[in-house]
C-alpha cells in the first residue's frame, strides 16, 4: 500500500483525485458495506479528529459498538481503523490486499480510497453498531463522502487546503459543506461571518436542520487539575448543565471542541441513541485510554517539559502559540517543521521571536526542506539551526534546555508522527 498507491500525506497534489468515481465503483464492488451499520460523519478544517475521538468514547462507554475511521495515522497505518479502541489487526488489512488485488490494478485507487474502502468493509465485517467517519480533506470529493449518515458534524473553517478547497473561507465552506446530505441534521461547531450563510443555504436547500454549537453551549469556567485533566463548566443559556466536566485533552482549543461534541451527543439523542451523563463524563475523562488520540498537546517530557501539537495550518499554530503563553519557563526550545504546500508565511509570523529555534524536516517527500525553512524563518526574526532529522533537531533541544525550559515539538502532523 505504501510503495504502490499514491499517498496524498506524503506526496501532496499528485495524489489527489477531483472526484468520486473510484470510491464508488469500489463501494459498489464491496456491496455498499457502509449500508449495514450507522454512521456520523465529521468533517471542519481543525478540531475533526478530537471531535471524532470524543464522539467514539463515549458511544462506545455507552454500550454501543463503535468503529473509527481517522487520518493520518501517527506511528502505525492501522491507527486509522479502530473498533471500541483496537486498532484493526494487520492479518485483516493483508487479507483485504491480497484477496481483492485484481480490482484494485485494475481501477487504481489512492492510499486513501483504499483505506476508506478498508475501514467500510471491516466495520461491516465485525458488525459496529455505528462508525464515526472523519473527512480525510474537504468534504464534497473526499472518499468518504459515499455514506449516508444520520448525522453531520462540520467543526470549523479555516484556510488549509487552499490549491483543492478555494482561497475564500466561503469557498472552502461550500466544500465542507458537501457532507451535507437532504433532511440529515447537521451540527456545525463554529460561527464566522463568511461561513454561515453558505451553511444556511445548503440547510434551505436540503431541508436540512442544522446546529450552531457555539450558540447552544458555552464554557463558563476552565481550568487544569493536578492530575493532567481539562475541566469545564457548560452551560446552556444561563443554566449550568455540565459541571466539572473533564477532559483529558489539553489544549486550548478543546473548549471549541467540546461543544460540538455535546451538542452532536443532543442530536444523537434526539433519534434514539441512550447516552447517559456518567458515559458521557467518564468516556471524556479517558479519551486517549479509550481511542487511543495522541499528539494534541501532548506531554512526552518532563524537566524539561515538552510538548507536541499536531497543529498544522493558521488556526492550529495560533492556538499553540496562545497556549505556550501560558507555560512558565525559562528558555523556550522550539522543533519546527512544515510541509511544502502550507501557508508557512502565515504561520511562521505566529511564532515567537524569544525562542531558540530547531528546523528540521519530516522523512517525506512533501516537507519542507529544512534549510529552506531556516531561511524563511530569518526574515521573521526567528533564530536557530537547521537539522537533518526530526530526531537530531529534538535531541539537539534537549541537550541545550535546562531543567525548567521548555521545549515544543510541531508544525506538522509528520515531525509529531517522528517523535512518537
Not at 475564500?168 to 460561527?191: D, F, M, Q, R, W
Not at 451553511?199 to 450552531?212: A, D, G, I, K, M
Amino acid at each position: 500500500m505504501f510503495s504502490q498507491l499514491p499517498m496524498f500525506y506524503r506526496i501532496g497534489k499528485s495524489a489527489y483525485k477531483a472526484n468520486l468515481e473510484t470510491s464508488l465503483y469500489i463501494d459498489n464492488y464491496f456491496g455498499h458495506p457502509h449500508q449495514n451499520y450507522k454512521t456520523i460523519h465529521v468533517a471542519g478544517t481543525n478540531g475533526k479528529g478530537s471531535v471524532s475521538h470524543m464522539l467514539a468514547a463515549i458511544l462506545q462507554t455507552a454500550g454501543y459498538k463503535t468503529g473509527l475511521f481517522t487520518s493520518p495515522h501517527l506511528k502505525d497505518f492501522r491507527e486509522r481503523i479502530r473498533v471500541n479502541g483496537q486498532i484493526i489487526p494487520e492479518e485483516e488489512v493483508t487479507d483485504f490486499i491480497f484477496q481483492h488485488k485484481q480490482v484494485f490494478d485494475q481501477v487504481k485507487p489512492s492510499f486513501f480510497e483504499m483505506t476508506s474502502a478498508l475501514a467500510f468493509y471491516y466495520f461491516a465485517k465485525v458488525h459496529v453498531d455505528v462508525a464515526i467517519i472523519e473527512v480525510g480533506m474537504g468534504g464534497r470529493l473526499d472518499s468518504t463522502n459515499i455514506i449516508t449518515p444520520l448525522l453531520s458534524v462540520i467543526t470549523n473553517i479555516g484556510f488549509d487546503h487552499t490549491e483543492f478547497l478555494g482561497d475564500t473561507l466561503g469557498k472552502i465552506a461550500a466544500e465542507k459543506a458537501g457532507i451535507i446530505k437532504n433532511s440529515i441534521p447537521v451540527v456545525i461547531g463554529e460561527y464566522h461571518s463568511d461561513t454561515w450563510p453558505v451553511f444556511q443555504q445548503f440547510s434551505e436547500r436540503l431541508n436540512t436542520p442544522v446546529l450552531l454549537a457555539e450558540k447552544v453551549y458555552k464554557v463558563g469556567y476552565s481550568s487544569f487539575t493536578s492530575d493532567q485533566k481539562q475541566v469545564f463548566n457548560i452551560h446552556e443559556g444561563d443554566q449550568l448543565v455540565y459541571e466539572n466536566l473533564k477532559i483529558d485533552l489539553l489544549g486550548f482549543y478543546q473548549q471549541k471542541n467540546i461543544c460540538t461534541v455535546l451538542t452532536a451527543i443532543d442530536q444523537l439523542r434526539r433519534i434514539g441513541f441512550s447516552v447517559q451523563n456518567v458515559a458521557l463524563y467518564h468516556a471524556l475523562n479517558n479519551v486517549t485510554g479509550i481511542t487511543g488520540l495522541q499528539g494534541r498537546w501532548w506531554p512526552i517530557g518532563y524537566n524539561p517539559l515538552i510538548i507536541c501539537d499536531t497543529g498544522h495550518n493558521y488556526d492550529g499554530i495560533y492556538w499553540v502559540t496562545q497556549q505556550m503563553r501560558t507555560i512558565p519557563y525559562k528558555q523556550l526550545h522550539i522543533v519546527i517543521g512544515f510541509v511544502k504546500d502550507k501557508d508557512v508565511t502565515s504561520m511562521l509570523q505566529l511564532l515567537p521571536d524569544n525562542a531558540k529555534y530547531y528546523f528540521t524536516n519530516a522523512k517525506i517527500p512533501r516537507a519542507l526542506d529544512a534549510h529552506e525553512l531556516r531561511g524563511k524563518a530569518l526574515e521573521y526574526g526567528l533564530l536557530g539551526d537547521s537539522y537533518p532529522s526530526v530526531r537530531k533537531a529534538l535531541d539537539a533541544a534537549k541537550a541545550n534546555a535546562a531543567k525548567d525550559d521548555f521545549i515544543f515539538v510541531g508544525g506538522s502532523t509528520f515531525v509529531v508522527a517522528e517523535v512518537l
